[in-house]
Nanobody, 115 residues
Framework: QVHIVESGGGLVQPGGSLRLSCTAS????????MGWYRQVPGKQRELVAL???????NYADSVKGRFTISRDNAKNTVYLQMNTLEPEDTAVYYC?????????WGQGTQVTVSS
């Protein structure tokens, strides 16, 4: 089992920035991909950004150029730097760790973008 701890959510004004962090422990494997998804009430959970163990990244079109994902393999931690935040970015953000059919999820952290 992989234990995931997320942090960094909160309330921010439009145009502001936040950085989310997610640390995995337990049965974490270095070859697992790490990523962030988000969900708003009534909608499906969607991919925000993903980073492989080798450092390849994938972003949702809506966040390209504004969000940056990175990871520290020595700390089993993934970060999501979110800049130029928009009200449409308001959601619960979930950290995901795994590969293929193996997937572990965090509890989620609320991000609210509002003036």
């Amino acid at each position: 089992q992989v234990h995931i701890v997320e942090s960094g959510g909160g309330l921010v004004q439009p145009g502001g920035s936040l950085r989310l962090s997610c640390t995995a422990s337990g049965s974490m494997r270095s070859y697992y991909a790490m990523g962030w998804y988000r969900q708003v009430p009534g909608k499906q959970r969607e991919l925000v950004a993903l980073i492989t163990s080798g450092g390849s990244t994938n972003y949702a079109d809506s966040v390209k150029g504004r969000f940056t994902i990175s990871r520290d393999n020595a700390k089993n931690t993934v970060y999501l730097q979110m800049n130029t935040l928009e009200p449409e970015d308001t959601a619960v953000y979930y950290c995901n760790v795994g590969l293929g059919r193996v997937a572990y999820w965090g509890q989620g952290t609320q991000v609210t973008v509002s003036s």
